[in-house]
Protein backbone atom coordinates (compact mmCIF):
# COMPACT_ATOMS: atom_id res chain seq x y z
CA UNK A 1 0.00 0.00 0.00
CA UNK A 2 1.32 3.68 -0.30
CA UNK A 3 -0.75 7.11 -0.28
CA UNK A 4 -1.72 8.65 -3.76
CA UNK A 5 -0.27 11.98 -4.29
CA UNK A 6 -2.44 15.14 -2.73
CA UNK A 7 -5.41 15.75 -5.49
CA UNK A 8 -4.52 12.54 -7.52
CA UNK A 9 -7.19 10.20 -5.75
CA UNK A 10 -9.50 9.24 -8.73
CA UNK A 11 -7.01 9.37 -11.60
CA UNK A 12 -4.66 5.75 -11.40
CA UNK A 13 -1.24 5.96 -12.32
CA UNK A 14 -1.86 5.12 -15.68
CA UNK A 15 -3.49 8.28 -15.85
CA UNK A 16 -7.23 6.77 -15.99
CA UNK A 17 -10.47 8.21 -14.32
CA UNK A 18 -11.52 5.35 -11.90
CA UNK A 19 -12.48 5.15 -8.30
CA UNK A 20 -9.29 4.54 -6.58
CA UNK A 21 -10.65 1.01 -4.73
CA UNK A 22 -11.28 -0.17 -7.90
CA UNK A 23 -8.90 -2.92 -10.11
CA UNK A 24 -8.05 0.03 -12.06
CA UNK A 25 -7.83 2.74 -10.08
CA UNK A 26 -5.35 4.06 -7.47
CA UNK A 27 -1.47 3.12 -8.06
CA UNK A 28 -2.48 0.26 -9.38
CA UNK A 29 -4.36 -3.27 -9.30
CA UNK A 30 -6.40 -3.20 -5.71
CA UNK A 31 -7.41 -0.63 -3.54
CA UNK A 32 -5.44 2.69 -2.25
CA UNK A 33 -5.48 4.79 1.31
CA UNK A 34 -5.00 8.12 1.61
CA UNK A 35 -3.65 9.95 4.85
CA UNK A 36 -6.53 12.31 4.79
CA UNK A 37 -9.65 11.58 7.53
CA UNK A 38 -12.66 10.11 5.50
CA UNK A 39 -15.21 12.67 4.26
CA UNK A 40 -12.30 15.39 3.16
CA UNK A 41 -12.74 16.49 -0.37
CA UNK A 42 -9.67 16.30 -2.27
CA UNK A 43 -9.17 19.78 -4.33
CA UNK A 44 -10.72 18.37 -7.35
CA UNK A 45 -13.90 19.00 -5.53
CA UNK A 46 -14.77 15.13 -5.25
CA UNK A 47 -15.67 13.31 -1.69
CA UNK A 48 -13.06 11.08 -0.29
CA UNK A 49 -13.20 7.63 -2.20
CA UNK A 50 -14.17 6.02 1.37
CA UNK A 51 -17.10 8.36 2.12
CA UNK A 52 -20.91 7.18 1.15
CA UNK A 53 -21.48 10.35 -0.53
CA UNK A 54 -18.79 9.08 -3.26
CA UNK A 55 -20.86 5.74 -3.49
CA UNK A 56 -23.28 7.48 -5.42
CA UNK A 57 -21.39 9.36 -7.84
CA UNK A 58 -22.18 9.01 -11.65
CA UNK A 59 -19.16 8.10 -14.04
CA UNK A 60 -19.92 11.71 -15.66
CA UNK A 61 -19.36 13.13 -12.02
CA UNK A 62 -15.65 11.50 -11.55
CA UNK A 63 -15.05 12.90 -15.29
CA UNK A 64 -16.07 16.83 -14.60
CA UNK A 65 -13.63 16.46 -11.26
CA UNK A 66 -10.81 15.61 -12.74
CA UNK A 67 -10.96 17.87 -15.93
CA UNK A 68 -11.53 20.43 -12.98
CA UNK A 69 -15.40 21.03 -14.11
CA UNK A 70 -17.43 19.76 -11.42
CA UNK A 71 -19.43 21.07 -8.84
CA UNK A 72 -21.12 19.34 -6.32
CA UNK A 73 -25.21 19.23 -5.87
CA UNK A 74 -27.04 22.41 -4.75
CA UNK A 75 -28.46 21.48 -1.03
CA UNK A 76 -32.18 20.31 -1.49
CA UNK A 77 -33.73 23.37 1.04
CA UNK A 78 -37.59 22.40 2.18
CA UNK A 79 -37.82 26.80 1.23
CA UNK A 80 -37.50 28.27 -1.96
CA UNK A 81 -37.40 31.90 -3.67
CA UNK A 82 -40.36 32.08 -5.52
CA UNK A 83 -41.14 36.02 -6.62
CA UNK A 84 -39.16 39.42 -6.22
CA UNK A 85 -42.59 41.53 -5.81
CA UNK A 86 -42.18 45.68 -6.78
CA UNK A 87 -45.93 45.76 -8.19
CA UNK A 88 -48.14 45.55 -5.45
CA UNK A 89 -47.98 44.27 -1.60
CA UNK A 90 -49.84 40.63 -1.72
CA UNK A 91 -48.74 39.03 1.57
CA UNK A 92 -47.11 41.62 4.10
CA UNK A 93 -50.69 43.35 6.15
CA UNK A 94 -48.83 46.23 6.16
CA UNK A 95 -48.33 46.53 3.12
CA UNK A 96 -51.16 44.60 1.01
CA UNK A 97 -52.34 46.17 -2.12
CA UNK A 98 -49.21 49.40 -1.51
CA UNK A 99 -47.75 50.03 -4.84
CA UNK A 100 -44.18 49.32 -4.90
CA UNK A 101 -41.17 49.54 -7.04
CA UNK A 102 -39.14 52.74 -8.15
CA UNK A 103 -40.09 55.69 -5.94
CA UNK A 104 -43.37 54.43 -4.69
CA UNK A 105 -46.05 57.05 -4.53
CA UNK A 106 -45.45 59.23 -0.81
CA UNK A 107 -42.21 57.74 -0.52
CA UNK A 108 -40.34 59.32 -3.24
CA UNK A 109 -37.00 59.08 -1.89
CA UNK A 110 -37.55 55.11 -1.35
CA UNK A 111 -37.39 51.99 -3.37
CA UNK A 112 -40.35 48.75 -2.53
CA UNK A 113 -40.19 45.20 -2.30
CA UNK A 114 -41.96 42.23 -1.28
CA UNK A 115 -39.75 39.22 -0.97
CA UNK A 116 -42.03 36.49 -1.42
CA UNK A 117 -40.84 32.52 -0.23
CA UNK A 118 -42.37 28.99 -1.00
CA UNK A 119 -42.50 26.47 2.10
CA UNK A 120 -42.05 22.76 0.30
CA UNK A 121 -44.59 21.64 2.97
CA UNK A 122 -43.66 17.69 2.51
CA UNK A 123 -40.15 18.54 3.11
CA UNK A 124 -40.15 20.48 5.48
CA UNK A 125 -42.40 17.80 7.53
CA UNK A 126 -40.24 15.22 6.40
CA UNK A 127 -37.18 17.35 7.97
CA UNK A 128 -39.18 18.34 10.97
CA UNK A 129 -39.28 22.38 10.58
CA UNK A 130 -42.36 24.31 11.89
CA UNK A 131 -41.11 27.33 12.41
CA UNK A 132 -39.39 30.32 10.44
CA UNK A 133 -38.17 33.58 10.23
CA UNK A 134 -36.88 36.38 7.67
CA UNK A 135 -33.25 37.04 7.73
CA UNK A 136 -31.46 39.79 5.50
CA UNK A 137 -27.76 41.55 5.77
CA UNK A 138 -26.97 44.30 4.01
CA UNK A 139 -23.84 43.45 1.20
CA UNK A 140 -22.31 46.84 1.22
CA UNK A 141 -23.71 50.24 0.74
CA UNK A 142 -21.78 53.02 -0.82
CA UNK A 143 -22.79 56.88 -1.63
CA UNK A 144 -21.62 58.99 -4.53
CA UNK A 145 -21.86 62.77 -5.13
CA UNK A 146 -21.42 64.94 -7.61
CA UNK A 147 -20.82 69.23 -7.21
CA UNK A 148 -21.12 71.88 -9.44
CA UNK A 149 -17.81 74.04 -10.03
CA UNK A 150 -17.06 76.38 -12.67
CA UNK A 151 -20.34 75.61 -14.46
CA UNK A 152 -19.91 71.77 -15.02
CA UNK A 153 -21.09 69.20 -12.65
CA UNK A 154 -17.57 67.71 -10.76
CA UNK A 155 -16.93 63.95 -11.74
CA UNK A 156 -18.62 61.31 -8.79
CA UNK A 157 -16.93 61.37 -5.71
CA UNK A 158 -17.51 58.30 -3.34
CA UNK A 159 -18.09 59.94 -0.03
CA UNK A 160 -19.17 57.38 2.39
CA UNK A 161 -19.06 53.55 1.97
CA UNK A 162 -19.77 50.65 4.54
CA UNK A 163 -19.64 47.15 4.93
CA UNK A 164 -21.51 44.36 5.82
CA UNK A 165 -24.24 44.01 9.08
CA UNK A 166 -27.16 42.83 9.85
CA UNK A 167 -30.14 44.51 8.56
CA UNK A 168 -33.04 41.70 9.61
CA UNK A 169 -36.91 43.00 8.51
CA UNK A 170 -38.77 44.10 11.42
CA UNK A 171 -41.46 41.41 12.99
CA UNK A 172 -44.42 43.68 11.54
CA UNK A 173 -42.73 43.86 7.75
CA UNK A 174 -43.08 40.08 7.47
CA UNK A 175 -45.57 37.24 7.04
CA UNK A 176 -44.80 33.98 8.44
CA UNK A 177 -47.99 31.67 7.07
CA UNK A 178 -46.56 28.97 5.25
CA UNK A 179 -46.68 27.82 2.97
CA UNK A 180 -46.04 31.09 2.03
CA UNK A 181 -43.38 33.38 4.12
CA UNK A 182 -42.77 36.96 3.14
CA UNK A 183 -41.17 40.22 3.81
CA UNK A 184 -40.92 43.85 3.06
CA UNK A 185 -38.28 46.31 2.80
CA UNK A 186 -38.14 49.30 1.24
CA UNK A 187 -34.39 51.32 1.26
CA UNK A 188 -33.29 54.71 0.39
CA UNK A 189 -33.14 58.01 1.72
CA UNK A 190 -35.83 58.36 4.66
CA UNK A 191 -36.33 62.22 4.15
CA UNK A 192 -39.03 64.98 2.40
CA UNK A 193 -37.45 65.68 -1.66
CA UNK A 194 -37.46 69.31 -0.11
CA UNK A 195 -34.20 67.61 2.39
CA UNK A 196 -31.01 69.73 1.03
CA UNK A 197 -29.00 67.48 2.86
CA UNK A 198 -29.71 63.78 2.78
CA UNK A 199 -28.31 61.11 5.43
CA UNK A 200 -26.58 58.13 3.93
CA UNK A 201 -24.75 55.14 5.26
CA UNK A 202 -23.64 55.73 8.88
CA UNK A 203 -26.02 59.00 9.28
CA UNK A 204 -23.55 60.98 7.70
CA UNK A 205 -25.03 64.10 5.38
CA UNK A 206 -24.40 64.74 1.89
CA UNK A 207 -22.18 67.71 1.39
CA UNK A 208 -24.84 70.98 0.95
CA UNK A 209 -23.27 71.66 -2.14
CA UNK A 210 -24.51 68.25 -3.52
CA UNK A 211 -26.39 68.37 -6.85
CA UNK A 212 -26.15 64.85 -8.00
CA UNK A 213 -26.64 62.00 -5.39
CA UNK A 214 -26.09 57.70 -6.26
CA UNK A 215 -26.39 55.37 -3.06
CA UNK A 216 -25.79 51.96 -3.84
CA UNK A 217 -26.92 49.43 -1.31
CA UNK A 218 -26.53 45.59 -2.09
CA UNK A 219 -28.59 42.78 0.37
CA UNK A 220 -28.43 39.38 1.10
CA UNK A 221 -31.87 37.64 1.90
CA UNK A 222 -32.49 34.12 3.34
CA UNK A 223 -35.02 31.78 5.29
CA UNK A 224 -34.25 30.45 8.89
CA UNK A 225 -36.07 27.40 10.42
CA UNK A 226 -36.16 25.43 13.56
CA UNK A 227 -37.85 22.05 14.07
CA UNK A 228 -39.15 23.50 17.37
CA UNK A 229 -40.23 26.81 19.55
CA UNK A 230 -37.05 26.39 21.25
CA UNK A 231 -34.90 24.64 18.80
CA UNK A 232 -31.29 26.37 17.19
CA UNK A 233 -31.95 28.23 13.97
CA UNK A 234 -31.01 26.98 10.62
CA UNK A 235 -30.84 28.41 7.38
CA UNK A 236 -33.19 26.95 4.88
CA UNK A 237 -33.39 28.77 1.76
CA UNK A 238 -31.25 29.58 -0.45
CA UNK A 239 -29.52 33.43 -0.23
CA UNK A 240 -31.23 35.76 -2.55
CA UNK A 241 -28.93 38.94 -3.39
CA UNK A 242 -30.58 41.80 -4.36
CA UNK A 243 -30.21 45.53 -4.54
CA UNK A 244 -31.48 48.85 -4.90
CA UNK A 245 -30.06 52.79 -6.44
CA UNK A 246 -30.83 55.86 -6.07
CA UNK A 247 -30.04 57.90 -8.26
CA UNK A 248 -31.07 61.89 -7.67
CA UNK A 249 -30.63 65.51 -9.46
CA UNK A 250 -31.33 68.67 -7.65
CA UNK A 251 -31.66 71.86 -9.57
CA UNK A 252 -31.75 74.56 -7.28
CA UNK A 253 -33.82 77.17 -9.60
CA UNK A 254 -35.72 74.22 -11.10
CA UNK A 255 -38.83 72.01 -9.17
CA UNK A 256 -38.36 74.32 -5.86
CA UNK A 257 -35.06 72.68 -5.79
CA UNK A 258 -36.49 69.55 -4.74
CA UNK A 259 -34.74 66.23 -5.56
CA UNK A 260 -35.50 64.80 -8.86
CA UNK A 261 -34.97 60.97 -9.78
CA UNK A 262 -33.08 59.79 -12.53
CA UNK A 263 -33.24 57.29 -14.85
CA UNK A 264 -30.37 55.13 -13.24
CA UNK A 265 -32.79 54.33 -10.32
CA UNK A 266 -33.96 50.88 -10.40
CA UNK A 267 -34.50 48.00 -7.83
CA UNK A 268 -33.78 44.67 -9.01
CA UNK A 269 -32.18 40.88 -7.88
CA UNK A 270 -28.46 40.43 -8.26
CA UNK A 271 -25.38 43.40 -6.69
CA UNK A 272 -23.93 46.07 -8.85
CA UNK A 273 -20.69 47.92 -8.15
CA UNK A 274 -18.24 50.46 -9.54
CA UNK A 275 -18.62 53.87 -10.38
CA UNK A 276 -21.90 54.81 -11.16
CA UNK A 277 -23.38 55.67 -14.48
Not at 25 to 38: D, E, N, Q, V, Y
Not at 45 to 69: M, N
Not at 137 to 156: A, Y
Not at 204 to 225: C, H, M, P, S, Y
Request: charged share 20%.
Amino acid sequence: MSDQPEGNLWISSAGEIAHPGSPRGGGGAGGFRSARPLGTDDPSGLPHPQSPKARSLLHEEIVDAAQGTYSAPKPDYPVKFSEFNIEKGKYVDAIKSVILGVHPPNNFLVNAVELIFAVDSSLAKKRHFAHYRCRQNVSSQDLWEKQLKDGKLTPWNKTMTEGESPDDPADGLQAIIPPIIAFHDAPGFMAAPSTAQLKGPQGKETDKLALAVFLRQNFVAWIDGRRSSKGAWERVSEEVQWHSNQSLLRLPFLNGGNWQTAADTEIKLGHTQGTPP
